[in-house]
């Protein structure tokens, strides 16, 4: 069964880089899912795609987001982390990790249990 796991800090200041990863279980990203995404929720929002990266590697952004995001992963580890930078209070939310054989979605097959980010000074 696949299962997904996101870790990063709960509290990221105005201006800095938030970064997240998602550790991923039962199979390797590089095959099993055809697509891993990342997802946020605000609070009283609904769910915002924010960008994948494919079992090949290549690399997809909400057109939104895409001059503040960054999606990489690390095949060793079974890993993909998000990256996004000069954040704002605006930013706060619920993140989710997932993954899924279409993007972009704000219900993949498969998501983890989210972490909340706070962005405060």
């Known amino acids: 069964q696949v299962q997904l796991q996101e870790s990063g800090p709960g509290l990221v200041k105005p201006s800095q880089t938030l970064s997240l990863t998602c550790t991923v279980s039962?199979?390797?990203?590089?095959?099993?899912?055809?697509?891993w995404s990342w997802i946020r929720q605000p609070p009283g929002k609904g769910l915002e795609w924010m960008g994948a990266?494919?079992?090949?590697?290549?690399?997809y952004y909400s057109p939104s987001l895409k001059s503040r995001t960054s999606i990489y992963r690390d095949t060793s580890k079974n890993q993909f982390t998000l990256q996004l930078t000069s954040v704002t209070p605006e930013d706060t939310a619920v993140y989710y990790c997932?993954?899924?054989?279409?993007?972009?979605?704000?219900?993949?097959?498969?998501r983890g249990q989210g972490t909340q980010v706070t962005v405060s000074s």
């Open positions: 990266i494919s079992s090949s590697g290549s690399t």
């Open positions: 997932g993954g899924g054989s279409v993007v972009p979605t704000t219900t993949p097959t498969y």
């Open positions: 039962g199979g390797s990203i590089t095959s099993i899912i055809s697509y």
